[in-house]
């Protein structure tokens, strides 16, 4: 495994004095526009070859980095589910954070697609939105109560960003229930948002069952991006404050 970074040390630090130059891509045959773009951006972008080295699955790892250096919500001994987990650069930090590897937390992941096998991560392939997916994870978990509930789930894009937003906060909404079913109390719920106006009820309802919900955008994520997290910490049951 990766060594993983201290709290805090997460970043991706370059020397003074040194200027990258920045790799152009040409446009190949039977290649769109959009994918060279892609590409291009890929290959210059810092996260992307920060990850590479560090061994972490993909630069998403440096967002939940971010995102627990500040909050310290992957405690060591903690239960985690990791939804839409591939190609698992969550499940990853997860691990090495809660110590999975070591034997004192747990770390539970689903995807629709097969990831390569992460120490310390139990893994199944599912589609979170099939009615029997919960029952599977459910079943995973031999009735262990869960400290964290993680979503990086995200629907292929379309092209129409209301589509998309609506699309992935079908995702989200979906998320939050599962976590309202299985949290323990005192548990957090972080997922992935797009902005687009129709989060406000969804952190309505969040607002109902945590203590404190926010919103985080970390570094990693792309500026251009309309991508954002949701941080809902301190879970209770509905109508009820904890004690």
């Not at 040194?18 to 446009?27: A, D, E, G, I, N």
């Not at 810092?46 to 560090?54: F, G, I, S």
């Not at 995807?111 to 099939?130: H, R, T």
Request: one cysteine or more; charged letters at 25%.
């Amino acid at each position: 495994m990766a060594k993983q970074p201290s709290r805090g040390g997460a970043g991706t630090s370059r020397g003074r004095g040194t200027r990258q130059l920045k790799t152009r891509v040409r446009t190949a045959r039977g290649r769109k526009l959009s994918s060279t773009r892609w590409l291009e951006r890929q290959l210059n972008d810092p996260y992307v070859a920060e990850a590479k080295r560090l061994g972490y699955r993909s630069r998403a790892a440096f967002k939940l980095l971010e995102i627990d250096d500040k909050y310290e919500l992957l405690k060591p001994g903690a239960v985690v589910v990791d939804l839409g987990s591939a190609p698992g650069g969550w499940s990853q930090i997860a691990a090495q954070r809660v110590k999975s590897v070591e034997g004192e937390g747990r770390v539970i992941a689903i995807d629709l697609q097969e990831v390569e096998p992460i120490p310390g991560v139990e893994f199944a392939v599912a589609d979170f939105m099939e009615a029997e997916t919960e029952a599977l994870l459910i079943k995973m978990l031999d009735g262990a109560r869960v400290d964290v509930v993680l979503s990086d789930m995200a629907a292929p894009a379309s092209g129409h960003k209301r589509t998309d937003h609506m699309k992935i906060m079908a995702l989200c909404e979906a998320a939050l229930a599962f976590a309202c079913d299985i949290l323990a109390p005192g548990g957090t719920f972080v997922a992935k948002v797009l902005q687009g106006g129709a989060e406000n009820d969804l952190l309505v309802a969040m607002k109902r069952s945590f203590t404190t919900v926010r919103h985080v955008k970390p570094k990693a994520s792309r500026s251009d991006s309309s991508e954002l997290y949701v941080l809902a910490t301190g879970f209770h049951e509905a109508g009820s404050e904890p004690d």
